[in-house]
């Protein structure tokens, strides 16, 4: 089929780049999945942007780069913001159902943010705002969307016909998860928007397939990655045995929740933060938590906002309240049980202000970027603006280049010598288990350089093992993703080693200090 660009990826990145680049050319959009199953339909709290009268860019910055220890590069952070309000008048007018106080639109707060910025639809933005961009999409004739097709590897000069050798990236081969065949689509540019790698953790709020898909592809094609290290703990996951990954909003914090150690009854962030108590950032809520837990053996602490009017808050968090109810747990009268759990990538594929990548028709944007905005630790509702304003700024650059990208050239198409089922479906699971688990024991919210070593002798052990995986059995989906979870949990390793300081997200007991000048940690393939 002929396409001018590949976009993979149907999140709010993938989406809004199909939109801006459908207006001059025709699109194909690639999600493995179902085109709703990234992380963006589950974003809960909402967008930042400055709109209240009281705030200002430099405010909203200067909490930003707060929060990302100084690491966030000042020109991406004034970039972003900047054109946050732009986005949302964007959004409004694709048809997104913000809250509103009267004529204007209803602004929460976060952790983080000195002022009230945070836009949302009730307490299930992500979803709203999926829609409204899905809707968009299937209905623009230049737009093709393609679910169930996960992406194994981009195709670059090394796949051309009359082999160049070259890093140009032409498109992607791609798994079709109902045929089982692997089909190469190539366009003049591509466009990588895959979401994070939460999933090489065993307690994560993100969904089954943020498995670092599109970091690992860049990587392997040649790209850098940068402060992959930076893994964010969201503070408060609900604990339940069942249901793993709900996440409880930051907004309810914002409105009022208290953390209480359910073995003393008391509040405990005024021994971590005073001034800031539980509007402290992620990083130093998750810790603190972290830390109560394993000084009192707990398996949660308890999150309250039991003490405010029961209609405030079933107003507020109707969808939480009546999850919470299905589970037994009545949240305008009980206290939640909450852990910390990995929450958001904020390393990823190096970029620039434009969305390019190392690589020449590469680009990305959104969750599996390095762009420079979240430094150290993101702030609360940065992630979303990232992906529309990078989203729209690949989208951008592509088209105002478009004469210089030359047509594909004939590409190989995937070699279909490994005809062979795996009839060991349990290896991939107990590696899959095995990854998840010594990531969260040994690259947790605090680490050592001995538990990192341990992590990196076992990378290297299962590397051999699913390598040889790979070579001899029919790919599918799970081990497409295995495989890019391993390369994921080997970046985040390799990075954490590299970093001998303590800043933001990264915390390690062997050096606590944090450096006077801040630094990306930068691989180079
Ligand atoms: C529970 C939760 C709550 C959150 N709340 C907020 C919030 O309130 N505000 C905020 O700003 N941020 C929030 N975030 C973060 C935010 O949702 C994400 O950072 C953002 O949605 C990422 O968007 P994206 O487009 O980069 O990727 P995603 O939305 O994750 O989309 C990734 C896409 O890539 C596709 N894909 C991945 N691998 C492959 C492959 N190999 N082949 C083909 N397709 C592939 C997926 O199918 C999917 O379509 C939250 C995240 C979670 C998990």
Redesign the pocket.
């Known amino acids: 089929m002929e396409h001018d660009v590949i976009v993979?990826?149907?999140?709010?990145?993938?989406?809004t780049a199909a939109l801006a680049l459908a207006e001059k050319c025709r699109v194909l959009v690639?999600?493995?999945?179902?085109?709703?199953?990234?992380?963006?339909?589950?974003?809960?709290?909402?967008?930042?942007a400055v709109l209240d009268a009281g705030d200002t860019f430099e405010d909203h910055v200067r909490d930003t780069m707060v929060a990302g220890a100084g690491l966030n590069r000042r020109e991406t952070v004034e970039f972003v913001i900047e054109r946050a309000p732009h986005v949302i008048d964007r959004l409004v007018e694709l048809g997104v159902p913000f809250n509103t106080d009267g004529e204007t639109l209803h602004l929460t707060r976060e952790g983080g943010h000195s002022h009230r910025r945070?836009v949302?639809v009730n307490d299930a933005?992500?979803w709203a705002v999926?829609a409204a961009l899905l809707k968009a999409a299937e209905e623009h004739p230049n737009i093709t969307l393609r679910?169930g097709?996960?992406?194994?590897d981009l195709i670059t000069g090394r796949h051309e016909q009359r082999y160049s050798g070259s890093g140009r990236v032409w498109g992607?081969y791609?798994l079709d998860e109902a045929s089982g065949k692997v089909e190469a689509h190539v366009g003049r540019a591509t466009v990588l928007?895959?979401?994070?790698a939460?999933r090489v953790y065993q307690f994560?709020?993100?969904?089954r397939?943020?498995?670092g898909?599109?970091i690992a592809?860049a990587w392997r094609a040649g790209a850098r990655v940068g402060n992959m290290e930076m893994m964010q703990f969201?503070p408060t996951c609900l604990y339940n045995l069942e249901v793993k990954?709900f996440?409880i909003?930051?907004a309810v914090r914002g409105e009022g929740g208290r953390l209480i150690n359910p073995r003393t009854g008391k509040r405990f962030m005024e021994f971590y933060d005073a001034e800031r108590m539980e509007l402290a950032p992620r990083d130093v809520v998750a810790r603190a938590i972290d830390s109560e837990i394993k000084k009192y053996g707990l398996d949660y602490v308890h999150l309250d906002i039991s003490h405010m009017p029961a209609d405030f808050v079933r107003g507020h968090f109707p969808t939480i309240c009546e999850k919470l109810l299905e589970l037994g747990i009545d949240m305008t009268r009980q206290p939640i049980p909450v852990v910390p759990a990995q929450?958001?990538t904020c390393g990823g594929v190096m970029i620039d202000l434009d969305g390019r990548t190392d690589l020449p028709g590469l680009y990305a944007?959104?969750?599996?970027?390095e762009s420079g905005l979240h430094g150290a630790n993101r702030l609360?509702?940065?992630?979303?603006?990232?992906?529309f304003v990078f989203?729209e700024a690949a989208a951008r650059h592509i088209l105002a280049n478009w004469d210089g990208f030359a047509e594909p050239p004939r590409v190989r198409p995937w070699d279909e010598s490994r005809v062979t089922n795996s009839d060991e479906e349990v290896v991939i699971k107990q590696n899959w288990t095995e990854i998840r688990r010594f990531m969260w024991n040994y690259v947790g919210i605090v680490r050592t350089t001995k538990r990192l070593e341990r992590a990196q002798h076992r990378i290297a052990l299962l590397f051999g093992e699913i390598d040889d995986y790979y070579g001899q059995f029919r790919v599918t989906t799970d081990l497409?993703?295995l495989r890019?979870l391993l390369h994921s949990a080997d970046l985040i390793v390799r990075s954490a080693l590299r970093r001998h300081e303590s800043r933001g997200l990264h915390f390690t007991l062997d050096y606590p200090q944090t450096r006077s000048v801040a630094k990306d940690t930068i691989l180079v393939p």
């Open positions: 993979i990826g149907s999140g709010a990145a993938g989406l690639l999600a493995k999945g179902t085109l709703a199953s990234g992380s963006t339909a589950w974003a809960q709290g909402g967008i930042a945070i949302h933005t992500g999926h679910a097709q996960t992406c194994i992607v791609a928007a895959t979401g994070g939460g994560s709020t993100a969904p397939g943020a498995t898909d599109g592809m969201h990954n996440l909003t930051e929450h958001y944007a959104g969750e599996c970027t609360a509702s940065n992630s979303l603006l990232e992906c989203g497409i993703e890019n």
